[in-house]
């Protein structure tokens, strides 16, 4: 297995957006007389916007037409744009930036893979666009994670097939989806959670992590 490149999530294991996702479902949730539990939000992680919606409207018997559920989307993301909006470089999650470095010394190609359409803005807010040698976003896809379309994408855009592809991620859908691509899912966050029983490894964080490491004892787990 010769891995060549990296594929990231965003919300979650570069940036701690994903409370910032959270916060604004349950603000509007709560608008429609919804209580959301922090299992639900847990199970929304990594999912596109619209589908996270569907998620929330299943608490309800009430019939939304698509103009509402649009207008409920806005809503959650203009609180969404307002906490991002005020991102500045070094608020990304510890040592990533460091991490995206060492990968482009070691000639690691690197890619985005996140269902959001403010990707790109995230990115520029935390001065990260030039790290990366291709961008997926919520804008390339037609299908949410668990879905493996975003990393197939990710891997086309990269020229590399899946199986020399890492995806790092901190959701269950998305290490669902990184594992139907055919790529090797590494979850980032606590060692016991469940949601990466299936990834072929799992790291706390990049803090005291380099690339090369990382391939090391992901090979070691394989041999
Ligand atoms: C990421 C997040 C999800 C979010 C989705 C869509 O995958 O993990 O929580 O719902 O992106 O984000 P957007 O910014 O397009 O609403
Ligand atoms: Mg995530």
Redesign the pocket.
Known sequence: MEIKGFIF????VLVD??HF??EC?SEMAEGIGIKLSQSDLDN??????M??LEMILRHTNKQYADQEKLKL?EL??QC?LQKVNQLTPGDELPETKTFLEKTREEEIKISLG??????KLVLSKLEFNELFDAIC??TDITK??PDPQIFQIACEKLELPAQQCIVFED?EE?IKAALAAGCCAIGVGPKDSPAFRKAHYVIEGFEGWTPKQLIKNLKQTFS
């Open positions: 999530d965003l919300d979650g957006t994903a996702h959270a479902w929304m992680r990594g999912v596109g916007r589908d996270s989307a959650k993301n969404y996140s269902s959001s359409k403010n990707a976003d919520g949410s994670k959701a998305g």
